[in-house]
T-cell receptor, first 114, second 112 residues
Framework: AQSVTQPDIHITVSEGASLELRCNYS??????LFWYVQSPGQGLQLLLK??????LVQGIKGFEAEFKRSQSSFNLRKPSVHWSDAAEYFC????????????FGRGTSLIVHP | SQTIHQWPATLVQPVGSPLSLECTVE??????LYWYRQAAGRGLQLLFY??????ISSEVPQNLSASRPQDRQFILSSKKLLLSDSGFYLC???????????FGEGSWLTVV
């Protein structure tokens, strides 16, 4: 069965600093990979996705993620964080073995200090 | 463009009372539909999914049920709520398989 691990429950950064949120997945083949962001009390918004091709994926709001097959990772990065980026971030994986239904990590809460 | 709506946005219900959360998708046909529950600090748990009218798959045995009476309508129900049913419920849709899943705004359920 597919699984997703987000090892960091909380991440605190200063505004303007760089950001990297970690995501590791467990699946035999290359799955489809996603990052979502959730503001308090809201639904999830897609930031970016990887299906195939270039392993560096650009998303909305200045985010990017890199798929590394050898490390089974899909880490999310942003070079300069803004206060409005404070939110919950979810990594998700979908694969044929799971009927392409996304499995989500437990989320990482991003706190941005001024 | 496609949109997804769910309601009510907030609900406070006593233990033992029934529940009905509704979700509709506009701008597409025959979507795959999903109900997730989000408990604090526990990520998203898939509850039900449906690939067509009247077709419901349950992922977690519990006192909740789902129905899909129309192509773009998905309903989450319970006959008798438990305290443990409290949480944030998210409806989502996907066109076909292996695509992006899109979420509604969510419904906060507090069972008291």
């Amino acid at each position: 069965a597919q699984s997703v691990t987000q090892p960091d429950i909380h991440i605190t950064v200063s505004e303007g600093a760089s950001l990297e949120l970690r995501c590791n997945y467990s699946y035999g083949a290359t799955p489809y990979l996603f990052w979502y962001v959730q503001s308090p009390g809201q639904g999830l918004q897609l930031l970016l996705k990887y299906f195939s091709g270039d392993t560096l994926v650009q998303g909305i709001k200045g985010f990017e993620a890199e798929f590394k097959r050898s490390q089974s990772s899909f880490n999310l990065r942003k070079p300069s964080v803004h206060w409005s980026d404070a939110a919950e971030y979810f990594c998700a994986v979908a694969a044929s073995g799971g009927s392409y239904i996304p499995t989500f990590g437990r989320g990482t809460s991003l706190i941005v200090h001024p | 463009s496609q949109t997804i709506h769910q309601w009510p946005a907030t609900l406070v219900q006593p233990v033992g009372s029934p529940l009905s959360l509704e979700c509709t998708v506009e701008g597409t046909s025959n979507p795959n539909l999903y109900w997730y529950r989000q408990a604090a600090g526990r990520g998203l748990q898939l509850l039900f999914y449906s690939v067509g009218i009247g077709q419901i798959s349950s992922e977690v045995p519990q006192n909740l049920s789902a129905s899909r009476p129309q192509d773009r309508q998905f309903i989450l129900s319970s006959k008798k709520l438990l305290l443990s049913d409290s949480g944030f419920y998210l409806c989502a849709w996907m066109k076909g398989l292996g695509n992006t899943i899109y979420f509604g705004e969510g419904s906060w359920l507090t069972v008291v």
